[in-house]
Structures are given as C-alpha cells and as structure tokens.
C-alpha cells in the first residue's frame, strides 16, 4: 500500500494484512505515515536486506504488527532482528520459488519464523506478476503456514482453492500487482470481488 486514501478504502474491506514496502528500489516504496487502521489489520513491514537499526525503528514508528523479510536475510539475521524488537512481532520470511524448490535449505529457518511466504523467483523483489509453478508446493515438508504469493490474479480464486483443497497449510493469499491500476495503487473493486469469490 502507498497512497492514503487508497490504504483507508482497502481497509473498509477488512483484509488481514496490509503491506508497506520500505525499500527505496520498489516503485511501491512507503515514504508516509500510516493512517489509523481497525485493530485487527496487522501493518506489516516489508523490508529487503535491511540493517536490524532501521527494521526496528521503522517497526517502533509505524507501530507495525508483522515483519516481511523478502531479501536474502539469514537465519542469525532473523535471530538478532528477534532479540532487538521490543515486542513480539510476527516475522514472515519470504521465499522465491519457480520451477522447483529446496525446502531443505528452510530447514534452519523453521523454527525462527512464525510464517513463510512462497513468491515466484523474479527479476523484481516481489510485485513480478508472474506464477510460480504451484505443484512444488506437494513436496512442501513442514507444518509451518504459509501465505501464497505470486502472480495471483482477479480470476484465480478457483485455483487458490484447489490448491487449498490439498490439505496444504496455507495460512494466507497475498495479493499485489494484479489488483492494482498502477503500482501501491490497489483497484477495490478488484480486491472485493476476488475477496467474495474466495
């Protein structure tokens, strides 16, 4: 999310999460202050090798509820982030998957993180618009939720479900670029009716 009024309208419709990238490279980059949101919608932090300072003034200033990890942060990084916020705050750490996945390498990271997020491996951090090739997610090996990103689009409520159908731990849908008339700018109508659909 970016721009004000647009973050208020996307709240009326009672998402779970709402994201603000605080990347300078990201054409979605957050350089505002975040209106009064319900309780209930978790501001989410979306930051990209960031040093653990800023991460954790950002997360004081803003008052934000959950931290998207979506560079190449380690686990010792996640460790230290953890040690230095003042309060528990969920951590989401991203992986980029395409054609296949090493979820061997997740290992270390498991029991660090309270979700993972699944992205499709691209030329931007995030907000390609592109699928990963969900089937890999059937060699998933964890209990730990994840959220499902990555390309998702207005009409692909269906196929979000079917693949919810297979018992995977799917925690959440992240949606971006699809539903949007340019870029931080979400369409609402767009985001209800797939809200709906779902």
């Known amino acids: 999310m970016k721009y004000i009024e647009n973050i208020k309208s996307i709240a009326d419709l009672n998402p779970d999460y709402l ?39 950002l997360q004081e200033k803003h008052q934000l509820q959950a931290i998207q990890l979506h560079g190449d942060e380690s686990v010792a990084y996640v460790q230290e982030l953890k040690r230095s916020l003042s309060n528990k705050i969920e951590i989401i750490k991203v992986v980029g ?63 979000v479900k079917e693949v919810k159908k297979s018992g995977l731990p799917i925690y959440a849908v992240d949606i971006n670029s699809k539903f949007e008339d340019k870029p ?11 809200k709906n659909q779902l």
């Open 19 to 57: 994201g603000f990238i605080f990347y300078d490279r990201s054409k979605r980059n957050f350089t505002g202050t975040i209106p009064e949101l319900p309780k209930h919608i978790k501001k989410t932090g979306v930051f990209v090798n960031e040093e653990i300072a800023v991460v954790v003034s």
């Open 97 to 159: 998957l395409k054609n296949d996945a090493y979820f061997e390498e997740l290992i270390s990271y498991e029991k660090e993180v309270d979700y993972f997020l699944f992205d499709t491996k691209g030329k931007d951090r995030g907000g390609n618009g592109v699928k990963f090739d969900w089937s890999v997610l059937k060699e998933y090996p964890f209990s730990k939720p994840f959220f499902l990103s990555g390309g998702i689009g207005p009409n692909d409520a269906q196929l």
């Open 184 to 194: 931080g700018l979400k369409n609402s109508i767009k985001v209800i009716n797939f």
